[in-house]
């Protein structure tokens, strides 16, 4: 075993009033700080959390080490690294000081999901106010101790000086916790409006060193040496390896579970919830495979080649967006007309490793869940509801994962839900590791959409009149599969889609319509979950924005003006014409109509350039895409990306730039080649060979990021932005090449070469 | 109310094993598992390796490469009993470079090293089968250019590398940068 978890028999009790400091084993391995294991290798118990408790959020060591706390996790974003800038940064140690523990509900406060690009604006944020008080409160103790005024005192590196006196951190700490000097509020707690109120006043960033700065990640090191412990190394003694035999239609219940034969693995069923266990993993895997589940057989979704047609012909509320002035009688007078219909399909988060949890459901009611979700307060809870139990008998306990990118966010980690289940039938440690089909089948995708789109020009080709009508089924379906299987009531779900992302454009006349569908299928499922979806990398105002940014193109195109003049024509707000700009002029935009002179549909090598642009939470991106077309064969060369970003205060600029490179290589991927394909039963796009991801050789050959800095600004996310301009920007660029417009994603060598040789 | 986890960390060859013997990062290895069973369950459930990882047991994405003699491997379907080169895996790459340079220890290969500067990963899922495939190429081509990079790393067979969080950029100047180490 490589690897293996002794828990400890101690319990978790109250410390706040006792005055005695837990102290750091020097046993324990840095990576392993885990505020409980120190905790139990001091012989005390550890403190209960209370986050208007400053020593719940920061211990400040005897040696001047620095260990915090966020319930917040790394999804191999950077978060580790950028949460400990800001906390070295508010209490002026050095950045080497501070160890991050994340995600550890015994330890870590609850700060909500780690989604929505909200780590380094909410998380990071209220970190940055409990450090400032941590910092005020060491001072008021080094006042004491060095007698003199908090004003007369400077602090570097940890250490406070008064005149020729000085007194480290950790000297002002020995002996107790670190308690503010004053009181902490939380209001909110655990969500996402939740306030943390302070007296201490946060450094003003012009006088930062750490914040701002490319300080390496603090994760990388372990993860190129297995050092690191993602949740698939996780061991623990007693523990079974389970696969899980999912239904064969998403409504299908069980007929029957067939038998095994000569086999070490025993076949556990729970409701329509069926797994092989086995000591060995490979003897799990080769009886989930030779079992013989028979299923009821179920169809009620649509061909996902039919899915247009089902999103239009849904019932569902229509919900008014945006409705200024009067779109219809505009339209009808304007001068020149445009319309066109988008397209989007399902998708795939796509973890590169299929899900993966292990579970132990103890005979006195306790339970560990090891887990890479989102957010582990939300899993203890959703575990507690499932055995019946308050969420204190419940630990989570976050490993690093693969990158999930939405997947683990509402949808806490389906692996685990079955886990548990299992955990507790088996009285055993369960470790359920999906295999690929399951989670290309499985996992709650992003959903498809249909959007069409209509805009008026006057005479002079100035735009009178836009609308968006989008039909989006749901965003977000928070079913967890293990429950639902096993037939388990759990709390009531509203899955309907919602539009996501404002237009920042001014035109005049504007209507802008959502059809908030339900989940394709769900109706006539026994689970209520029909073709599960949830939050997919800046989830809705991905597909809002790829309709609205090329449909912007076709109007300006319509108009015969420059994309890029068309859109600053028609923006007021600063920061986004800023990065529009910045972006044009760090990739060479050539100021012309599109399509370019001498575009042809048919031309090998044709090349052209697309522009756009988006706010998302607050973080305005933009960007130019320059790329070549083979109409042979209709593969898409992308020459060159760019993309300018206004993320208001940078912490870590190197960290930013990385972000962009993510989100431009996997939405490059998307554009060019994800759809979730189903029959009328099940998802039929069951593995990287029906699912293809952009290789290597197909990603962009330069990528350009330009980062804004406004240090004024506070700082907002970076993890979602630029994802949305990949694929209007393509779809822009195709048509300055060729003159030809793709309006349905993906777009594969297949659909490009259809749509250039239809368009010749 | 329940407390939490402390965490040992115990490694190296099980002590049982079969009348099978691979050999593992220089050292010979008794297999316990059945001879059917993948290389990538012997490796990591039973020598309690973590640099392989399972990513999809069908050789489409390569997360569970190793090196098979000094050929990039997957590892998720090749039964065991057929294994007949010495297998490196990640956590092995520091003993090549070390005997490669001969010198007794290394802390790490210069591909990991570059993978370091260039902070390449992301979640790091995929990575155990890029830097397996860099050090495969640059075995074959000491310095490799970009275009070489991105051939390798999509059209060696069985299948593409995949990377989901987009590291593709980083991992080129990556294999560059230690082009330039090894040199």
Known sequence: ?760 | MVGGAALLAERGASAQGGPLAITVNGKSHRVASSPDTPLLYVLRDEMGLRGPKFGCGLQQCGACAVLMGSKETRSCMLPVSQVKAAVTTLEGLPGLWAQHKGVATVALHPVQQAWIDEQVPQCGYCQNGMMVMAVDLLTRNAKPSAAEIRDAFTNTPPSAHLCRCGTYDSIIKAVQRASSMMA
């Not at chain 1, 410390?15 to 990576?31: D, E, F, N, R, Y």
């Not at chain 1, 994340?102 to 604006?121: D, E």
């Not at chain 1, 459901?361 to 582990?376: E, K």
């Open chain 1, 1 to 760: 075993m490589s690897l293996i978890y002794e828990r400890p028999v101690s319990r978790r009790g109250f410390l706040k009033t006792g005055g005695a400091l837990v102290v750091m084993a020097a046993s324990i391995p840095a990576a392993l700080r885990l505020d409980v294991a120190e905790a139990i290798a001091a012989g005390v118990a550890y403190p209960a959390l209370d986050p208007t408790q400053l020593s719940t959020w920061i211990t400040v060591h005897a040696d001047g080490t620095v260990t915090a706390r966020s319930g917040h996790v790394d999804l191999g974003q950077g978060n580790r690294t950028a949460l400990a800038q800001i906390i070295a940064e508010e209490l002026d140690v050095a950045f080497s000081k501070v160890t991050m523990i994340l995600g550890n509900t015994n330890a870590t406060p609850n700060q909500g999901v780690t989604a929505g690009s909200t780590t380094i604006r909410l998380a990071g944020a209220q970190l940055r106010l409990i450090a400032a008080e941590a910092r005020a409160s060491l001072l008021t103790l080094a006042s004491a101790k060095l007698a003199t005024p908090v004003s007369g005192l400077t602090v570097s590196n940890g250490v406070v000086t008064a005149g020729t006196k000085t007194a480290s951190y950790g000297s002002l700490v020995e002996g107790q916790i670190l308690t503010a000097a004053t009181p902490i509020e939380i209001k909110g707690y655990g969500g996402f409006g939740m306030q943390v109120s302070v007296t201490a006043k946060p450094k003003s960033p012009t006088q930062y060193t750490t914040v701002g700065q490319s300080i390496p990640r603090v994760d990388i090191p372990d993860k190129v040496t297995t050092a690191a412990t993602y949740v698939q190394d996780v061991k623990v003694p007693g523990m079974l390896h389970a696969r899980v035999i999912h239904p064969q239609g998403i409504g299908s219940t069980v007929t029957s579970v067939g038998t095994l034969s000569g086999s070490a693995a025993q076949v556990v069923q729970i409701g329509n919830l069926v797994a092989v266990l086995a000591e060995r993993e490979w003897d799990a895997i080769k009886g989930a495979s030779t079992l013989s589940v028979k299923w009821s057989s179920w169809n009620g979704l649509p061909l996902s080649s039919n899915m247009a047609a089902a999103l239009r012909a849904a019932t569902a509320p229509i919900k008014s967006v945006t409705d200024r002035g009067s779109f219809q009688s505009s339209y009808d007078a304007s001068a020149k007309k445009v319309s066109a219909t988008y397209q989007t399909p399902f998708e795939n988060h796509g973890m590169l490793g299929p899900s993966c949890a292990v579970a132990d459901v103890r005979s006195d009611g306790t339970a560990t869940v090891y887990s890479s979700t989102q957010y582990p307060q939300g899993l203890q809870a959703q575990v507690a509801t499932m055995l019946g139990t308050s969420p204190q008998q419940v630990e989570v306990l976050w490993f690093e994962g693969p990158g999930c990118y939405g997947r683990l966010s509402a949808v806490y980690d389906d692996a685990a839900s079955e886990a548990v289940l299992l955990s507790k039938k088996v009285g055993r440690p369960v470790r359920v590791q999906w295999m690929r089909q399951d989670e290309n089948i499985w996992e709650p995708h992003g959903p498809g959409t249909l959007h069409d789109m209509s805009g008026g020009l006057d005479a002079s080709g100035n735009p009178v009149a836009w609308k968006h009508e989008a039909w989006m089924p749901p965003n977000n379906d928070s079913t967890a599969l293990g429950p639902a299987l096993a037939g388990l009531k759990m709390a009531g779900r509203a899955a309907i889609g919602g539009w996501t992302g404002p237009n920042l454009y001014t035109f005049a006349n504007a209507l802008e319509l959502a059809h908030a569908l339900p989940e394709l299928g769900a109706a006539t499922s026994p689970y209520g979950f029909g073709l599960r979806t949830t939050f997919l990398r800046s989830p809705g105002q991905y597909q809002i924005t790829f309709a609205q940014e090329a449909f912007v193109d076709e109007m300006a195109a319509a108009a015969k003006q420059d994309p890029l003049q068309f859109r600053l024509q028609h923006l007021t707000d600063p920061r986004a014409i800023a990065v529009l700009k910045a972006a044009a002029s760090a990739a060479g935009w050539e100021a012309r109509t599109s399509p370019r002179p001498a575009a042809s549909p048919t031309q090998n090598g044709a090349s052209g350039q697309g522009i756009a642009l988006v706010l998302r939470d607050g973080t305005y991106a933009a960007s130019v895409v320059k790329l070549a077309l083979d109409p042979s064969t209709g593969k898409i060369q992308l020459q060159s990306v760019t993309v300018a970003q206004d993320s208001g205060l940078i912490i870590n600029p190197m960290a930013i730039k990385h972000q962009i490179e993510s989100c431009v290589i996997q939405t490059a991927s998307r554009a060019i080649h994800e759809e979730v394909t189903f029959d009328t039963s099940n998802v039929t796009s069951t593995d990287w060979a029906s699912y293809p991801l952009l290789t290597m050789a197909e990603a962009p050959q330069v990528i350009n990021s330009v980062l804004i800095n406004h240090p004024e600004i506070p700082s907002t996310g970076v993890g979602e932005p630029a994802v949305n301009l990949m694929a209007p920007a393509i779809s822009s660029a195709i048509f300055d090449a060729t003159g030809v417009r793709l309006r349905t994603l993906p777009f594969t060598p297949t659909v490009v070469k259809a749509g250039l040789t239809a368009g010749a």
